[in-house]
């Protein structure tokens, strides 16, 4: 003989209608969780009972998406490069300092063999080649030099007194690479004599 129901149909449409999973509808009708579970939910699919507010349920249709006020596409070469170079290091587990001042570095992060000290380069430049560049010079004050849209500065090597290592950010790779590798340079060509600095 099957189990005698112990609430009404009034019962199990309120319980339903104030809770937001099973578990809290058992309650409210005095059960165990999980004790006749199967029962009284083949009683609400019966009395065609909504569930669609508990928190488990999903609703497969898509949302609509207005569009986002982001419509600005990237720039060549990106700003991100500071943000790429301290989260490779962070993720790694070391700390890592941005200068409040200008400095001639982008930031300072701890390494194995204590702080160093790390210049930031990006660029999406391809060479005739095929292979990208990047320009790892900097601009230094020349009184002698006519006034440019730079104003009277030219370009110049970093000093390798000055910073430890270039972190190169480009649209499909990164490297790390120590300034005493490239002193004097002002532009690399990301080839493979470059290879053994890659990181991922």
């Not at 165990?32 to 497969?60: K, N």
């Not at 480009?170 to 532009?187: K, S």
């Amino acid at each position: 003989m099957p189990n005698k129901r112990t609430y009404t149909d009034e019962q199990l449409r309120e319980a339903i209608a104030g809770s937001s999973n099973w578990v809290q509808v058992m309650c409210a009708l005095g059960k165990r969780p999980g004790s006749g579970r199967t029962a009284i939910q083949s009683v609400a699919a019966r009395l065609g009972l909504d569930v669609s507010h508990f928190a488990y349920s999903r609703d497969a249709r898509p949302v609509r998406c207005d569009p986002l006020p982001f419509a600005r596409k990237p720039a060549m070469g990106g700003r991100s490069g500071v943000s790429v170079a301290a989260r490779w290091f962070l993720d790694r587990g070391y700390a890592v300092s941005v200068p409040l001042e200008p400095a001639v570095y982008d930031l300072i992060t701890e390494s194995d063999e204590g702080l160093k000290r790390v210049q930031v380069k990006t660029s999406r430049q391809i060479a005739k080649n095929g292979r990208e560049t990047v320009g790892i010079s900097r601009l230094v004050y020349d009184s002698t030099r006519p006034r440019n849209a730079n104003g009277p500065r030219r370009r110049a090597p970093y000093d390798p007194c000055s910073i430890d290592y270039f972190f190169v950010v480009t649209a499909t790779q990164m490297y790390l690479i120590p300034i005493n590798v490239v002193a004097g340079l002002m532009q690399l060509c990301l080839d493979d004599k470059y290879a053994a600095f890659a990181v991922a």
